[in-house]
């Protein structure tokens, strides 16, 4: 009886054992597997830490290529500006000794001119003068002196055209007709002509005739070579009562007129014939 109960104690504590290596079992096999979860978490952050660090690599490395590209590109244009401005303050001080020139030039000319246009008053002074001296008195008064516009430039145009001179300096006798540019002669006689014409501007050329009724007495072309240039000319004509003389402007040439009256046109009766 007592070697029976001793035996069924023996039994439970077995068995007792048993269940709790079982359940031992257990439990390592389930903090097996949390490890093992935790080591696959860890893992996974350290990748993506490392995908981090090595993009924040990269990032740091483009952005000191494109800091050195931008240093080299400051330096490169800095360069390219020194070599413009140095360009630039040549051009400007060329571009100074030339319009200097140009001034002295053109002082030189306005002063050829207007001792030219001095010269000219003087000489026709002079001849009207005399013309007066030796002329009898009942000989009629017939002279007039004009300039042509204060416009500026006139041409060119497409056919001749008869100049018409707006400004009256004189007009004796009225025998020029400032609406058709045209002087028509009162009497018959020797009568002086004199034109001065003018252009500003080496692209245009100058053409102009002088017409005794319908036929040309004179023609006369020139080109403005520089600033301001003038061409005149001259001529005594045999006139009867009625003949018409004027000036034409050719196709398609220019003239050019201002305040300063650079073009002109003159004429007067000498004598009576």
């Known amino acids: 009886m007592r070697g029976s109960a001793v035996f069924h104690i023996l039994l439970l504590c077995q068995c007792c054992t048993w269940a709790h290596s079982e359940a031992d079992n257990d439990a390592a096999q389930t903090l097996d597997q949390g490890l093992q979860a935790e080591i696959q978490g860890v893992e996974t952050n350290q990748a993506e ?22 240093i080299e590109l400051k330096t ?35 002063r050829q001119i207007n001792k030219y246009d001095d010269n000219e008053q003087t000489y026709m002074s002079a001849i009207i003068s005399v013309s007066s001296m030796s002329l009898p008195t009942d000989q009629p008064k017939v002279a007039f002196s004009l300039g042509l516009t204060n416009a500026g430039r006139l041409g060119p145009y497409n056919t ?15 025998a020029y007709n400032p609406d058709t540019g045209v002087f ?29 009724n319908s036929k040309i007495i004179m023609t006369n072309y020139d080109r403005s070579n520089t600033y301001y240039e003038t061409m005149s000319n001259g001529v005594i004509l045999e ?17 050019y007129d201002d305040h300063r009256n650079y073009s002109t046109f003159t004429g007067f009766l000498l004598f009576q014939l």
């Open 76 to 110: 490169d244009l800095k360069h390219y500006l020194n070599i413009l401005s140095n360009n630039l303050e040549v051009r400007i001080s060329s571009a100074e000794k030339e319009m200097e020139e140009i001034k002295s030039e053109n002082a030189g000319k306005e």
């Open 239 to 255: 006139l009867e009562r009625g003949d018409v003389v004027y000036m034409v402007l050719q196709a398609p040439y220019t003239v």
């Open 184 to 212: 028509t002669a009162p009497v018959r006689g020797a009568y002086y002509f004199r034109f001065t014409f003018c252009e500003v501007n080496n692209a245009h050329w100058m053409g102009i005739h002088l017409y005794h």
């Open 160 to 174: 001749d055209i008869t100049l018409r001179f707006s400004k009256i300096f004189k007009n004796y006798g009225q």
């Open 49 to 70: 830490n490392t995908k981090q660090i090595n993009n924040t690599v990269d990032l740091w490395a483009e952005l000191k290529e494109l800091r050195d590209m931008t």
